[in-house]
């Protein structure tokens, strides 16, 4: 019974590592990931994967028996390295600064456009 707790209370670190540095507010840890999507690099989300599925066999007391400790807590490793490292505010201002140069360059095509077009209609 051991490890069944230690897995449900290191699920629970991981999720409340997800929703500080992500953003992401879930009340589970599957729910966290997937609302976390492709935020994660693949590899991480597929260790991820790896420990909803083991905090869903460790809340059943014949699979709990079944969880292969090493793996998951190589993939605990990797996921709290990852999730540790990772900037909140500097993930905003990327968004941020992406979506003013999406606009600028929105605004660009347009009024490259419009001197087309006022050029083909011989107004300017």
């Known amino acids: 019974m051991q490890m069944a707790s ?6 629970q670190l991981l999720r409340a590592m997800i929703e500080k540095q992500m953003g992401v507010s879930a009340p ?3 729910q966290a990931v997937r609302r976390a999507g492709r935020r994660l ?7 991820a994967a790896l420990w909803v599925e083991a905090e869903t066999w460790a809340a059943h007391p014949k699979l709990a ?5 090493p793996p998951l807590e190589q993939a605990y490793q ?3 390295t990852h999730l540790q490292q990772l900037d909140p505010a500097e993930e905003r201002k990327t968004r941020r600064l992406n979506t003013l140069a999406g606009i600028v360059l929105n605004l660009l095509l347009f009024g490259g456009l419009v001197s087309v077009l006022l050029r083909w ?4």
């Not at 690099?41 to 260790?47: D, T």
């Not at 028996?65 to 400790?69: F, L, S, T, V």
């Open 65 to 69: 028996r079944r969880i292969d400790g």
């Open 6 to 11: 230690d897995v449900a209370q290191k699920a």
């Open 28 to 30: 589970s840890l599957e």
């Open 41 to 47: 690099p693949r590899r991480l989300r597929k260790q």
């Open 121 to 124: 209609r011989e107004l300017i």
């Open 78 to 80: 990797d996921l709290a």
